[in-house]
Structure formats: C-alpha cells, structure tokens
C-alpha cells in the first residue's frame, strides 16, 4: 500500500523551503527578518491559517524585533508564495518564534550537570 500525505503537510514542506530561501538571498529587506532562520511550518488540514515557526542563533538578537520584521514583511511573502506555490489562496501566515532549540539546550545543560555531580 503506497504512503499518503496530506496536501496541508506538503504544502508546510514547500513554505519551510520558500520562506527559508527569500531570507537566504536576501529578498526580504527588512534587515530584522534576516536573522531569523525558519524550523517548520504547519498548516491547517483546511489550508486556511498557516504558523510558521522560526528561530535565531544568536541569543543576544532580540526575538521580538526579528518577529516585528518578519511581520513588517508579511504581505510580500504571501504575493512570492502565492507566485511561487501557484495557489490562488494561500493560508493566512502567522509568524511564531520556535522555542523548541532553547528548551533542548537547557536540557542538555542540566543532563550535563548531574553527569558531572556523579
């Protein structure tokens, strides 16, 4: 029997790519959302609301400003998806930050504390 995925899970796949690549080449000009790098995307099964997670490296980069610039360039990403993923509607975008790298560092942090009090 052959694997089915839902058009809403290709679709996040695509947005991860595209959003990620406009940051990479510089196409969004806010200078805030170039230092944002995007983690992943979900997308509702109805393709109407999609959240788009996102992260930074640098821990003194501040989340908020990177989330006001991505924000700021909102509309210009939803017009190059819409060209690029050929839909007529594309989901509304929401813009998230990702904690999900920072809770892993802490964990590791603490794993490595009760390593080295044993």
């Not at 959302?33 to 821990?59: C, E, K, M, P």
């Amino acid at each position: 029997m052959a694997a089915t995925f839902k058009r809403s899970a290709r679709i996040s796949d695509l947005i991860i790519k595209e959003v990620s690549q406009m940051i990479v080449k510089g196409e969004i000009r806010d200078p805030r959302a170039s230092l944002a790098f995007i983690t992943g995307a979900r997308v509702s099964d109805n393709l109407s609301n999609a959240n788009i997670y996102f992260s930074v490296l640098d821990d003194s980069t501040d989340k908020e400003e990177v989330l006001k610039g991505l924000e700021s360039a909102k509309g210009f990403i939803k017009t190059a998806l819409s060209k690029r993923l050929k839909m007529r509607k594309l989901p509304d975008l929401q813009f998230k930050h990702d904690t999900a790298l920072e809770t892993g560092y802490k964990v590791d942090e603490v794993l490595r504390e009760i390593k080295t009090d044993e």
